[in-house]
């Protein structure tokens, strides 16, 4: 009797914690912009998340202002390590049920996703033909280890993406069927003049893809950071180029929130639902995983369906992944 009872007891707790985890477990978020970068104790600075919406004054010839400012109540912390970022960020993603695109340092990379093959999507950058012969760089990619291109930053190096220098990497992608992440657009205070020399605002210009893209029509991309602040552009070069997607990335948590959410809102007002892609531009903070999801979390001019749609839905159909794999 006492045994009946005690294991009708344990049944019963059984199927509530049962109950209880799956009531409790997150719907699957893919975060399409993540980097894997080595923490380099000396510059992996704490971060206040929407920090651009003071812009520094400064003079040419005083002290630069710093690109990051800590001035704010609870500021992200930089992880101290690579084991412990490496820690902080798979933890992160398990509770919050986030699977990562990333692209970065080779070493990381494999052992983020050693550490867990299902939460990583490994993506392999390229941004001037310096960095690896279109032969290498094709061969990395019949390996099978890397899924994506990305992040593709020519703007940086003072090209625009359809400078023909990149064009037979792109040819690349696109026989191999290969989606392309390619920054455009926003680089934060002084990318110019203080932090990267090449930079060019004027190349972050989404129309600057349209070459590119009409000499690759079998080319999947998304513009990351989408195109901020040219919304016109983007808008237009949507409308004009029906396979273009953009990702969120970077600007959702270091612009102004105001901004940031009529930024978004347009995209959203302006048709492009179906092809908004969620992304951090994750670095070295593993909290920023929380403080960015909640910007979607908290749009209250979303339905629940449209943040279903750029958390995750989305980057399924872009990726062409096998959404059961995320039950
Ligand atoms: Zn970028």
Redesign the pocket.
Known sequence: MKHTYLLSSFLLLFSFLTYAQETDSRPPIIDVHVHAMKVNPAFASDMCPWFLKNMPGGDPNGPPPSFMNLDCVDPLKAAKSDQEMQDALLEACERLNVTMVASGDAQILHNWYNAAPTRIIPSLGISNADQMTVKAFEDSLKGGFYKVMG?V?PQYQGLSPSDMSLDAYFGVAEKLGVPVGI?MGTGGNGMANITAPNYRASLGRPFLLEDMLARHPKLKIWV??AGYPMIDEMIALMGANAYVYVDLA?FIWSYPQDEIHMYLKRLVQAGFGKRILYGT?LMVWPKLLETSIGVIENADYLSYDQKRDILFNNAVRFFNLDASKFE
Do not use: N
């Open positions: 992040e930053a920054h990351m950071h970077g531009d």
